[in-house]
């Protein structure tokens, strides 16, 4: 176990400034993610973190050391890649114990150490094949195996499985994220898949632009994004121009309590799964029921996405895979205010 900070990072290229003073806290056994669109900074920061390439000013920090002057295969840390890097002439087992054989490691450890991995990510049978002969998982298994075979303080995985299809790739999440757990190994995670970062993280830094704008939990970073770019990336939400006053959001739609850290002009944020759509001859308690139109309609299985006109503006709603309705089809809505984040125009503009 590790701890592990960020501190001041800056990095240019070409001096076009790909790093703007990333600073974050790993604790021992964490795993966090760093989420962002490509080219928004995080496989820089995760080869800075190992040594494979030097930033311009800023440091890092490994229980409490300075790692900065610290050559890469003395870090501790270890990355593995989407594309694996395997050895095409090593078998399995030799991937995996590739590390500790370059570090000097005794023959009955290593050998004891390989075949504990091995077992540990369930590639018993798979010890003589070649990674010619291996599937995508069972390829990324092993480069994961490599990593853990040399104890790392802190492991980075770049993009680790998005190279492997939906079956796969939920799979090796679970494993991984047992694996971590069960190892306490300080991990940071480089993906552009929010859903990955969401269910895999004790923490999130989202990235834009070579900057940290939110390291957060994921409830928080998903319940209480700190500006609309963070919200929108988030997934798609709903805005509604108005001002807030005194607790009070004042729109063409009405009045509304809410909670407001900021007052004035703006706009509130609500995600589609907080308003309730109902069909037209559906009953409703609800006061402030606002009527439409089915404007869209897109079905995903296990739940619908629909976009609703109604007083002149476009909803984006989510209901269950029972509720059927067609476009065209006049419905009610009722809009959860109160989940709702509201955002003055200098909120954003920061």
Do not use: W
């Not at 056994?29 to 080869?47: A, D, H, M, Q």
């Not at 790392?152 to 796969?168: A, I, N, Q, Y």
């Not at 928080?220 to 005194?246: R, S, T």
């Amino acid at each position: 176990m590790a701890k592990l900070q960020i501190k001041d990072i800056n990095k240019s290229f070409n001096e076009t400034k790909v790093l703007k003073n990333i600073n974050f806290f790993v604790d021992d056994g964490e795993i966090i993610s760093l989420l962002g669109e490509s080219g928004c900074g995080k496989s820089t920061t995760l080869k800075i973190i190992a040594g494979l390439m030097k930033p311009d000013n800023g440091d890092v920090i490994i229980d409490e050391y300075s790692v900065l002057n610290v050559p890469p295969e003395k870090r501790k840390t270890v990355i593995v890649f989407q594309d694996h890097l395997l050895f095409p002439h090593l078998n399995t087992e030799d991937n995996i114990g590739f590390g500790l054989k370059m570090a000097g490691v005794k023959k009955h450890i290593k050998d004891n150490k390989v075949a504990e991995i091995i077992n540990l990510l369930k590639l018993q049978g798979l010890e003589k094949r070649y990674p010619k002969e291996l599937s995508g998982g069972q390829r990324q298994r092993v480069a994961l195996g490599r990593a853990l075979a040399v104890e790392p303080k802190v492991l980075l995985l770049d993009e680790p499985f998005s190279s492997l299809d939906m079956r796969l790739r939920d799979e090796m999440r679970e494993l991984v994220l047992d694996i971590q757990k069960r190892l306490r190994i300080t991990t940071v995670l480089v993906t552009h898949d929010k859903e990955e970062a969401l269910m895999m993280s004790d923490k999130i830094a989202i990235m834009m632009n070579g900057n940290i704008k939110q390291f957060d939990t994921p409830e928080n970073i998903y319940e209480k994004p700190v500006d609309p770019l963070v919200a929108d990336f988030l997934g798609e939400k709903n805005h509604i121009e108005g001002y807030a006053y005194n607790g009070i959001f004042h729109c063409e739609l009405g009045n509304f309590q809410i909670e407001v850290f900021s007052e004035g002009n703006g706009e509130i944020m609500i995600k589609p799964e907080d308003i309730q759509l109902l069909s037209k001859n559906e009953e409703s308690n609800f006061s402030d029921i606002i009527y439409g139109t089915i404007k869209k309609r897109r079905y995903l299985g296990d739940k619908i996405h629909y976009i609703v006109e109604a007083e002149g503006n476009d909803f984006k709603v989510i209901s269950n895979k029972y509720m059927k309705l067609n476009v065209g089809e006049n419905v009610k809505l009722n809009i959860n205010f109160s989940k709702g984040i509201f955002y003055s125009m200098t909120d954003k503009e920061k």
